[in-house]
Every structure is written in C-alpha cells, then in structure tokens.
C-alpha cells in the first residue's frame, strides 16, 4: 500500500510556473506508476500526465504537451509535474494517483491509490 500527498500548488499568473510534487510513503515506490488528473467544479476528473515506474515512459494529454513534464525519482518516492505557459482554464485541483505496474496508465479506474490533492490557480 502506498500513500500519497500533493504539494506545490498555488497562485500563479497566465504563462507561469509551478511544479506540483507527489510524495509517496513505502519502500516500493519504485515499483508503482504514476499519474497526474485535474478536476474543476461541476467537471469530471480529467488525465493529465502518466510515467511508468522507471521513468523511462511518459505520456501527456494532448492539451499540455510541450508546456508540462512528468518526472520521477524513486530514491525520494517522489514524482513530480513541472507546469509552464500555465493558463486560466487550467485552474484545478490536481491529483497524483499510483498503481503498481511498468506501463503508463490514464483512466481513473487504472490508479489504486489517490492523493488529497493540490489547489493550483491561474489568474488571467
């Protein structure tokens, strides 16, 4: 079992900056991959970004390829999602969630464990 616990998140104006962290507790975080969601009020929960449990595959959402990357370092079982040319439609709570497998996974139903998530808000 793994717990997972977001932080980063924040104020930031349109075209800025944040990176957004996922800290996980157990020895086995190696052995999970990882994805990143967004929901908004009234919306569902949306996929963001995914990397498997060695780092070496990644996949993004058509919407922030170019602008967002997805990284990992499993000797500080964290994962990370630096976010750049941020945008106001992109105000969310993001999530990071984890499962055990080597592939990269997008759908909700895929990811075992959730965190509480992380408030990030682009002013215009």
């Known amino acids: 079992q793994v717990q997972l616990v977001e932080s980063g998140g924040g104020l930031v104006q349109a075209g800025g900056s944040l990176r957004l962290s996922c800290a996980a507790s157990?020895?086995?975080?190696?052995?999970?991959?990882v994805g990143w969601f967004r929901q908004t009020p009234g919306k569902e929960r949306e996929f963001v970004a995914a990397?498997?449990?060695?780092?070496?595959?990644?996949y993004y959402a058509d919407s922030v390829k170019g602008r967002f990357t997805i990284s990992r370092d499993n000797a500080k079982s964290t994962v990370y999602l630096q976010m750049s040319s941020l945008k106001p439609e992109e105000t969310a709570v993001y999530y990071c969630?984890?499962?055990?497998?080597?592939?990269?996974?997008?759908?909700?139903?895929?990811?075992?464990?959730w965190g509480q998530g992380t408030q990030v808000t682009v002013s215009s």
């Open positions: 969630a984890a499962t055990l497998g080597g592939v990269v996974y997008v759908r909700e139903s895929q990811y075992d464990y």
């Open positions: 157990g020895r086995t975080f190696g052995r999970y991959a």
């Open positions: 990397i498997n449990w060695t780092g070496v595959s990644t």
